[in-house]
């Protein structure tokens, strides 16, 4: 992989995009701590455990709710500011978060560790990477999605 001269347009335009990458992994993983902490929050609790276990309505309409929650904002977002389109990818992180906590009740604590903290360590480590790296990373996009 070539480094470029940090004076040349293409280094330019390499740095902007990596920028661009970096804001979007950073709020990415955001949104990936607010889902993993709601979705814990709720399979820890009792109270949330006994509900989701005696009924399937409440998966279904949180489900619904997330369904159409994203319908929504993908058909308006182009209207919103920076800070309004933040604050609905939090309620979306949430939103998701209490999806995610009902797999969390149906799954074993060994499948979690297994599937999902493999998947986030992953993400984290392309996050940082992709944060504090000066070169061309876009060559390596075929590879990584052969291994995702």
């Given at each position: 992989m070539a480094q470029y001269d940090s004076c040349t347009p293409y280094a330019a335009g390499v740095e902007a995009v990596n920028a661009l990458f970096r804001k979007v992994y950073q709020y990415m993983a955001l949104g990936l701590v607010l889902t993993s902490i709601t979705a814990w929050l709720i399979a820890s609790s009792p109270t949330m455990l006994r509900m989701f276990e005696s009924?399937?309505?409440?998966?279904?309409?949180?489900?619904?709710v997330e369904i159409g929650f994203v319908f929504y904002i993908s058909s308006t977002i182009a209207k919103y500011s920076a800070s309004t389109s933040l604050l609905l990818?939090?309620?979306?992180?949430?939103?998701?978060?209490?999806?995610?906590?009902?797999?969390?009740l149906f799954s074993t604590e060994e499948s979690v560790y297994t599937e999902f903290l493999p998947t986030a360590g992953m993400f984290v480590t392309m996050s940082v990477y992709a944060m504090y790296t000066k070169r061309d990373i876009t060559t390596r996009g075929s590879f990584l999605l052969m291994g995702l």
């Open positions: 009924s399937l309505t409440p998966l279904i309409i949180v489900a619904i990818f939090v309620i979306y992180s949430i939103l998701n978060g209490i999806t995610c906590s009902v797999f969390l």
